[in-house]
Structure formats: C-alpha cells, structure tokens
C-alpha cells in the first residue's frame, strides 16, 4: 500500500487555508481560490445527486459567489452587522480519487457560530473536487452537506 | 393544591390583548396563551397540510402537524388522498417518520399494529388477548377532514366548520392568478428549505403582509440586482394596495403589472430573463412559449397570506409551524411547472436560493428583524405593538373589501381580527 503523503499535505494545507480564509471573512481571497465554473453547494437534500435540478440552500455559480461576497461585506444587510467570527476545524480528510487532473477529497468539517452569545455547531461532511495548479490548487466543486440540512436551519450570515 | 389553570380565561385575556390599532407583546411571548392558541386557532379551522405534487403518486407520503400534531398526507394505489392522525391507537407512537416518502403501509415500530394507507387496522400480533376487548374496525388510525382548493389540501380537526370554498372565500381568486405560475404546466411542488427562528409565529404571519420593510430590510437583495429589476421591487411608491378579503386573510399587491401571469405576453423580455429566454428558444420552444416561461419566471406580484398558516408568497409558498411561544419553523417551498422545459424549473429554483431561505440574499435579514422584535418587544412597561399604519386612509376595493396602501398595515389587522374571534370563540 503507498501512501502519498505529498499530495496529501498539499490537499490538507489548501482546505485549512480555506477555512481559515472565511473564518477570518478574507472572501476577496476566498474568491480567487475558484476556477470560473466551480460551484458551491450547500444542499437541502444530502442524498441528491443532481444538484442542478434540485432545490438547495445554496447554490452559487461564478456569479453568485460575487454576489454573495457583495452582501457579506457590503454592510446594507442587517443580519451580517452583527454577525461573529466562525471557528471552523477539518477532519477525517480522506482523498478518495486523484489524477492529474483533478483530487477529489472528503472530510469531516465542523464550524461553530456564535450569535450573541448562543453558540451553534454546524457539523457536516465536506467533499472538494480540486484542480492542480502550480503547486496549489483550484476549488471545482465544494459540497457541504449539513447533518440538520434536511430537518431545520437557522439563518446563515457566512459562507459554509 | 395547585389552582386549576383557567383555559376560557387565558383565550379571552389573548382576544382583549387585540384592538382595532394594536396588539399587546403578551401575545408573542406568553406560553399559556400559545397553548390556548393551539387549541383556538390551529385546532379550529383549516389548516393547510400539503399541495397534491408533493403526494403525487400513489403510495407517497408526507408528513405535517396541525399546530403541535403530527400527521401524514398520503394518496392511496386507487389515487385518493388521506390525512391521518400520525399516532398508533395502541399506546400513541408515531407510524411514520420523515418528511415524506412511499409505502404500503403503516406498521407502528413499537408493537407492530399495521395499518393500511387508509387509516384501517389491519393486523396486529398476538391478537388473541383482545378477545372481545376490541372491535379492530373502531381502531383505524383517526382520520381527519380534508378538502382541497387549486390542488392545496387543507385539514381540520373540526367536523363542524364551514367547506373549505367558504372559508377561502374572497382568496380564491387570488389562488386562481397564483397558480398561473406553472406557465402553461401544472403547478409542481419542486423542494423546500426548513429553517427556525427564536421568535412567535405571529411576527412571521405580520411578515408576509409588511411590504414597508422591504426597501430598508432587503437593501443588499436590492442591491444584487440588476438596475431595471431593483427598481420593480421599489414599489412602495406604486400602485399597489393590501386588501383585507375576510376570515383573516389578506392579498398585498406589490408589483400590479404582475398581477395575471397571462396578460402582456408582448411585453419586452426583462433583461434579468434574456439569458433563460435565449437558452429556451435555442432548445426550440415557440415564440410564444418562451414568453409565457419567462412572464411567469420570476413570480406573481403579490403576497396572498391565508390565515393562519400558509402564504402564496410572489413565487413560492411559505408555510408555518409553531413550535413553541418563542420559537418558529418555517417552510419556503419552491414551485415550478410539471413538465415545463428543466431550464425553467432550474431558474425558479436558483431565483428561490437567491431570496429565500437560510442561506439567501433575503431570509436571513428577515429573520434578524422578527428575532429583534421578539427580544425588544419585552422592553417597558407599555407593551403595545402598532398595526395601525394607514388606518384613516382605507378605501372599498372593486371586490368591496377595506382596501390600504401597499405599505399599510391592513393584512395584519385582518389576520389579529380572525385570531381574536377564534380566541375568544
């Protein structure tokens, strides 16, 4: 059994930059981190598999991603004034394909909110599909599936 | 000994709680009333449970709650459409579980009562020891009283209150020009988003029928869109009206040109639609069928907010659970056509995201405000909350109903005014 441990530490260190990115709401940074016909999904239904023809929580082409920063950073939106920094971790990382062309990985992601004073876990399972590029890589696809997504929210002033 | 609870005295202290111009902050935080409320409003009159899509084959189900009481909405193999209490008759569990699903019956897991999708008992183990205990045919799972307007299902836990045509009555016409948004299609349920919030479901109810928050709470949905659109929704300014159309509901007008889907189909495309429309012509459709796609698109220009439990909001469907006095949960329900072009369907799917939601440009900010109305009402030793915006400039509508501004508080005085003749009913 080999075990790439390069490809494998580059992967782990792209996901905590990204989480570590919104938490710290760098989403101007954040939006770099896309090739321009990525997607990001938080979905209602974890058990879908067209995304596309289903009806999410989220789900942001180029464009919405653009918008969505807008909002969060644009200070006309009531509910992201008095929005707290999140803690987020990842676990559990486990790269289920990889070629040259793309690294699909999953993982365990976890991100607590606080709102004055009442803190709210959001653990769900992640999975990335990443594009090499240079000695990083791009976002394709970001899928967040929430454990209470199918049941009940509350409402969200960050980015998953 | 502790003194028996008062309910008569508790439901009558909530009806004076309502005037003409002003509600009283007991009635979003008190939880004596809320149980009253249960029993006087949710128990006592139609409550909206499913629309036929979301059941629309056979031996699919959904579960739903009449105020605090679960039940399931499930269509027979032969096509007809039950609502059962979701409580076995043996010792009180529930029989079904999850949003919605298919099956061929309902086999209670505690002591394996099974019963048939209509309700019926059918077999139970070891029946012997009820031996001239219990006739089977008496321990069906409880139906309810069901009747359905526009494919809307509707249940009651009441034998004895009027059909439900009646108590629509002056909203059916508003359910007819919703319904418009299949373009042409069927309407379709197409998913929803379920989301709480700390506050009483009454300020989600005012919610639907307040167009006077909308330039200040939406400001950044406005600002993500693009010019000519943004200025659609800057309607306060326009000819728009709220309409008080009896037992507690209430149509607001926000958009009037938007009003029938079926009318200036010769309209320009809107810019925000050129994409859709173009991706519809080169899939082949008319002309004419592309236009109808794109009129309906984007919703109808008006919030129709049935009480207590359900809203046609412009371009879905809002219903309400009450969970508890301080608490909510809400279902925005997404809607397209059966067996329109995916792209339609996909644009109203992605339009809804947009707004609505936890994670939407729209939903979060209001649910800031209704948390902070919850929170800041209890401040003070006053305690009341005005309704009574655009009370000295009403009008008689066409239909002959009190007509206000679209930014006039008249949708919410019509809902306070059924919920204070129920409450002390």
């Known amino acids: 059994m080999t075990i790439n441990n390069q490809l494998f530490n580059q992967v782990s260190e792209f996901l905590s930059t990204e989480a570590d990115m919104l938490d710290h709401r760098e989403y101007q940074d954040w939006l770099k981190l896309w090739q321009p016909d990525g997607v990001y999904i938080v979905p209602v239904d974890v058990n879908a598999d067209d995304y596309k023809n289903t009806l999410n929580v989220a789900y942001d082409d180029e464009h919405m991603r653009q918008l969505r920063v807008e909002r969060l950073e644009g200070g006309e939106a009531v509910s992201t004034a008095v929005a707290m920094p999140t803690v987020r971790s990842i676990s559990a990382l486990r790269i289920v394909s990889a070629s040259d062309d793309e690294v699909t990985v999953r993982c365990s992601y976890m991100l607590y909110e606080n709102k004055e004073g009442d803190l709210r876990p959001y653990p769900a399972k992640a999975e990335f599909v990443l594009v090499p590029n240079s000695d990083s890589f791009l976002l394709k696809k970001k899928l967040v599936k929430l454990m209470r997504a199918s049941q009940y929210l509350a409402t969200i002033s960050y980015i998953f | 000994m502790n003194k028996p609870i008062d309910k008569e005295a508790i439901a009558q202290r909530a009806a004076d709680l309502v005037l003409e111009d002003r509600v009283h902050k007991d009635l979003y935080s008190d939880p004596d009333i809320f149980e009253e409320e249960l029993d006087k409003v949710f128990n006592n009159t139609w409550v909206w449970v499913a629309h036929e899509s979301e059941v629309s084959g056979k031996n699919n189900y959904k579960t739903a709650k009449i105020g605090r009481q679960p039940v399931i909405v499930v269509r027979e193999r032969k096509g007809g459409i039950n609502v059962l209490l979701n409580r076995c008759r043996h010792r009180g569990a529930t029989v079904c579980e999850g949003n919605a699903g298919k099956t061929k019956a309902f086999t209670c897991p505690y002591h394996g009562w099974g019963y048939g999708l209509d309700g019926s008992l059918r077999a139970l183990p070891k029946p012997e020891e009820y031996e001239n205990l219990m006739d089977k045919s008496e321990f069906g799972l409880v139906k309810l009283r069901h009747e359905s307007y526009q494919g809307m299902i509707f249940a009651t836990l009441s034998d004895d209150i009027e059909p439900l045509e009646d108590f629509l009555g002056g909203a059916k016409k508003w359910i007819d020009l919703f319904m418009k948004q299949g373009a042409g299609y069927p309407l379709k349920t197409l998913g929803e988003q379920r989301f709480r919030f700390p506050g009483n479901w009454k300020i989600q109810l005012e919610n639907t029928t307040d167009a006077y ?145 936890p994670m939407g440009f729209g939903t979060p900010d209001d649910g800031e405000a209704w948390e902070r109305v919850q929170r800041g009402s209890m401040a003070g030793d006053d305690g009341w909350i005005m309704v009574n915006r655009g009370m000295s400039r009403m009008k008689t509508s066409a239909d002959g109903n009190p007509q206000g501004a679209v930014c006039s508080e008249t949708g919410m005085r019509a809902a306070y005014q059924q919920y204070k003749k129920q409450m002390a009913s």
Request: hydrophobic letters at 40%.
């Open chain 2, 213 to 357: 928050h909308f330039p200040i709470v939406h400001k950044s949905f406005l600002s993500s869109m693009d010019e000519t659109s943004a200025e659609i929704f800057d309607f306060l300014d326009g000819d728009g009206f709220v309409e008080d159309l009896g037992n507690g509901h209430s149509v607001m007008v926000m958009i009037p040109e938007l009003v029938d889907l079926e009318e200036k189909l010769d309209d320009p495309i809107p810019e925000r639609f050129a994409d859709l429309a173009t991706e519809l012509a080169a899939e082949g459709h008319s002309d004419e069928e592309v236009r109808r796609l794109v009129r309906a698109v984007g919703g109808s220009g008006f919030n129709l907010n049935l009480f207590p439990n359900i809203s046609f909001s412009m371009a879905f469907f809002r219903n309400l659970v009450p969970i508890s006095a301080q608490e909510t949960e809400i279902h925005h329900i997404a809607i397209g056509g059966e067996g329109a072009p995916d792209a339609y369907n996909q644009k109203r799917m992605r339009l809804h995201e947009h707004f609505q939601g």
